[in-house]
C-alpha cells in the first residue's frame, strides 16, 4: 500500500469495527493504529491516541458490514493496475475481470466465466459513494466480493482477514492481466 493511502478493517467482537487510522503508513502499523468505530459516520467507540482520526473511507467499510453479515474484514487499497484498468473500463458501472485461473479465488467455479465487478464514480464525498454501494448492492449483491471505485482503488471483503488479503491478492492479480490486454488491443 503506497504511501499512506488505502486503508484496513476488521469487524469487532460487540459491535462495530476497528479501522485504521488516518495518514498513516500501513506498512508500519500496529494495534495502536486502529480505531473501534460505529456506523457509516465512524462514530468513534475507542482509540488508543489521542490524535487518531478514522479513515476517510469509514462509510465504504460500514456499508459492507452492513449488507454483508459474513464479512469480517475488509481491505481498501489504491493501486495502479486497478486504477488503470477501471479508467479504461469501457462500461460506467461495471468492468468484466478477466476469465483467468485465479478467479476461482473469489469463488467463481465456471469454465470461461464472464463475471462483471461493480464499478462507481469517485466523489470527493466519501458518503455518497458509500449511499451507491449501499442502494446497488442492496438491489443486487455483488458477484464477487469486490468492487471497483474509478480512479480510486479496490475494496474486498471477507470472512476473515486472511481471507479478504488473499481476495486482494486475486483481485490484483487479474487487474494487472486487465490492464495488459488492454495494452495489447491498444
Known sequence: MAGTAGNLSARADGGGFWITASGLPKGQLDERDF?????????????FSATARPSAETAIHAVIYELFPEARACFHVHSVDACVAAERAAAETEMTLPAMEMIKGLGVWDEAPQVA???FPNWADIRRIADEIHGRFSRRPPPVP?????????????PSLQDSY??????????S???????DTA
Open 35 to 47: 480505531l473501534q468505530v460505529c456506523g457509516a459516520d465512524g462514530v468513534v467507540l475507542q482509540r
Open 117 to 119: 465487478l461493480p464499478l
Open 146 to 158: 469486490a468492487l471497483m471505485i474509478r480512479g480510486h482503488g479496490v475494496t474486498v471483503w471477507g
Open 166 to 175: 488473499n481476495r486482494l491478492e486475486v483481485v490484483e492479480f487479474l487487474m
Open 177 to 183: 492481466c486487465a490492464r495488459a490486454l488492454q495494452d
